[in-house]
């Protein structure tokens, strides 16, 4: 079988065991499941109820074989042949807002590139109740193998929009009742930050922060302080300061 690309993967399986449950669980179109012969455990087995629940046919097969279809990707013994995952548009962002009674709250990704990155702040976004993600088409990560893995299931409960223009993006987020806020060390103090009504919060790439025209386009930044010697911080780790504080404000203690 040849080596596939993690996008490739991506369109075709659902790889590791958080992932799978979650795919399975949430009624994602599969065709078949794969589990290592050997498996065993909780996980394993509620794998198999939410298949027979699903009609979805499995088999047990050897590691060699899970591991030539997940072309290095670390399968954890289950690996689901799958439709592709479908990227949603703004509109559904905004119903899933709309189903939960809640003022919008989006994150936006102007140029995340590390799989790894966009699947951590999927699983803050999951974690935090945010409405959706939106990131670029071009010059930018996607949906790929790594990503769902590292997002842990929350893939399957996050709806992610792509978009080829963040900046015509946020004006008609703008235009739709949003108040735009970019991470950026210019901005205001996060403890500062009234994160109130509407949001969309903009995180840059990973090296080069927002980009100067997305830079121009919100209306306000905000920035997270740091007094050690660090220079900035990884802009996953960033982004869940920043959703949690949305959070925060959204869920005070009563």
Not at 49 to 60: D, G, H, I, R, S
Not at 194 to 202: D, R
Request: net charge neutral.
């Amino acid at each position: 079988m040849p080596k596939m690309t993690n996008d490739a993967l991506h369109e075709r399986f659902v790889i590791g065991r958080h992932p799978v449950e979650s795919a399975l669980e949430m009624h994602r179109d599969a065709n078949k499941l794969f589990i290592q012969e050997d498996s065993r455990g909780a996980v394993i087995e509620r794998i198999i109820a939410y298949a027979k629940e699903a009609n979805v046919p499995y088999t047990f097969v050897p590691k060699m074989k899970l591991d030539q279809m997940a072309a290095g990707q670390n399968h954890q013994g289950v690996l689901l042949m799958s439709s592709a995952v479908k990227y949603a548009s703004l509109n559904d962002l905004f119903q899933v807002a709309q189903s939960r009674q809640e003022d919008p709250f989006f994150i936006l990704l102007d140029g995340i590139e590390d799989p790894h990155n966009l699947g951590s702040i999927l699983r803050t976004a999951d974690a935090a109740g945010a409405h959706g993600v939106i990131i670029l088409k071009h010059r930018a990560v996607g949906l790929t193998a790594t990503v769902a893995k590292t997002a842990a299931g929350s893939l399957e409960r996050v709806k992610v929009a792509r978009v080829t223009n963040m900046v015509d993006t946020i004006e008609e987020l703008k235009q739709r009742g949003l108040w735009i806020f970019g991470s950026d060390m210019d901005g205001v103090d996060y403890r500062q930050w009234q994160a109130t009504g509407p949001i969309g919060v903009v995180i840059g790439n990973e090296g080069k922060g927002l980009s100067k025209r997305v830079s121009e386009h919100v209306d306000e930044k905000v920035c997270l302080p740091m007094i050690g010697g660090t220079e900035s911080l990884n802009a996953s780790v960033a982004a869940s300061l920043l959703i949690y504080e949305v959070f925060r404000t959204r869920h005070p203690l009563t």
